[in-house]
């Protein structure tokens, strides 16, 4: 348990890295499992989330090495093992282990997943999918059991494109005999990471306009990989440079994977330019125009960046609307927000936020990974300190945000309690 303590009121001025990404090193860690061989990942995040799925593949018998971001999982001695509510109490991205272990064991026990309070995510969509790839699943009071006598290659149309559904389905089909065809598949550049990480390992990954070719094979070699840089991270210090004020540098940020953030940042008024090396931001931190967005499935404006956006709009010069489209409790953050001065009122899916002219410094609770960097974010335009409870939420996804905050000029440091 800790706080992050926050003094604002400063503009944001220097260079910051943009770690490795948290939603693609997760199911390739998982993958690490399938080619039961060797497998260095470069540039992975230091988060708690990382820690944990590489303390199941611990569990399991792979061997796992630390050299500075770089994680090195020997799966040669892997083992089945049920995956219980002790390992997964906390992480909801266990749920992707069901996959990777029906692919390599063709047997997986996962205890029903924790994680953040942002909705209900059912996994029928995933259950349904590896019921038609062959598997067997039974749900007990507490865990999905899994069995399969071979892993059947077959075509499956999504009738959702879940980012979870479809890892599940790609690291399955891996070891299937055959080709597996995904249609309406999600599309994230986090998907085509993990497609990049199957074809090194053997098992050619092709997508391609909502529509993923999984090539099974029997015969994996072992691999050096490279996580792609966080587009969710880079877009949350955009948007504390957006309403902070300031001139920024996101060194290794990859522009092509978060085309609707800049889009939506760049109407609210920041000016955002590009290079091969990252991307730079430049705002007033005053005049921030009013947006009605709605989050989607991507390309479309990422859920997980709502909580930063809805903090820079609470000081916007007018009225703001954001629509909620894929997680039904995603606003919780919204009464945190109005403890320190917003005027946000939310009715169903929909938040409506009225501008104020300035946000006052208090103490908050973040119940959620990215509404804790959303109060952050609020915190660094208050006059005076905040402190912002539950850090415990963003260390699963943030590598250090108070000393990337540091290296932007910011007062922000964590505080165990």
């Given at each position: 348990m800790g706080r992050y303590i926050v003094y604002g009121g400063k503009k944001l001025f220097g260079i910051t890295d943009i770690h490795g990404s948290k939603n693609a090193a997760l199911p390739v860690l998982c993958g690490c499992i399938i080619n039961s061989g060797l497998n260095v990942i470069h540039n992975c995040p230091k988060i708690t989330d990382v820690f944990n799925t590489c303390h199941i593949l611990e569990r399991a018998g792979c061997k796992i090495k630390w050299d500075g971001s770089t994680v090195i999982v020997d799966s040669s001695k892997a083992r089945f093992i049920v995956i219980d509510d002790e390992l997964t109490g906390s992480m909801r991205s266990s749920i992707i282990f069901m996959g990777a272990f029906c692919g390599r064991f063709k047997k997986a026990v996962v205890s029903k997943p924790g994680g953040c309070r942002i909705g209900k995510r059912p996994i029928d969509i995933h259950i349904e999918s590896l019921e038609q790839m062959g598997i067997?699943?039974?749900?007990?009071?507490?865990?999905?059991?899994c069995s399969a006598g071979a892993i059947k290659p077959c075509e499956i149309n999504l009738r959702f494109p879940s980012v979870g559904a479809t890892e599940n389905i790609m690291l399955s089909a891996s070891c299937a005999d055959g080709v597996t065809v995904i249609k309406n598949a999600a599309c994230e550049p986090e998907i085509e990471a993990l497609a990049g990480f199957l074809t090194s390992i053997g098992a050619k990954t092709v997508c391609e306009n909502g529509k993923i070719t999984v090539c099974g094979t029997d015969k994996f070699n072992d691999t050096e990989y490279t996580i792609i840089p966080d587009r969710i991270e880079a877009g949350t210090y955009i948007a504390a440079c957006g309403c902070a004020g300031g001139e920024i540098f996101l060194k290794n940020a990859n522009a092509a994977h978060m085309r609707e953030?800049?889009?939506?940042?760049?109407?609210?008024?920041?000016?955002?330019?590009?290079?091969?090396?990252?991307?730079y931001v430049k705002s007033s931190g005053k005049d921030i125009m009013p947006q009605n967005v709605k989050t989607g499935v991507y390309p479309y404006f990422p859920t997980d960046m709502q909580p930063q956006l809805m903090s820079v709009l609470t000081l916007a010069q007018g009225t703001s609307i954001i629509n909620e489209s894929v997680f039904e409790n995603r606003f919780n953050h919204a009464l945190e927000l109005n403890k320190m001065g917003a005027n946000i009122?939310?009715?169903?899916?929909?938040?409506?936020?009225?501008g104020v002219t300035k946000l006052?410094?208090?103490?908050?609770?973040?119940?959620?990974l990215r509404a804790g960097a959303g109060l952050i974010i609020a915190a660094l335009t208050c006059d005076g300190m905040s402190a912002v409870n539950g850090a415990e939420y963003i260390k699963r996804g943030y590598e250090a945000i108070d000393e990337s905050f540091k290296d932007l000029g910011a007062n922000v440091r964590y505080e165990s309690r």
């Open positions: 067997v699943i039974t749900e007990g009071l507490n865990c999905f059991s953030v800049v889009n939506v940042f760049g109407k609210i008024g920041c000016k955002i330019s590009f290079c091969d090396g990252g991307i009122e939310i009715e169903g899916s929909e938040a409506t936020i009225k006052e410094a208090s103490e908050i609770s973040a119940f959620d």
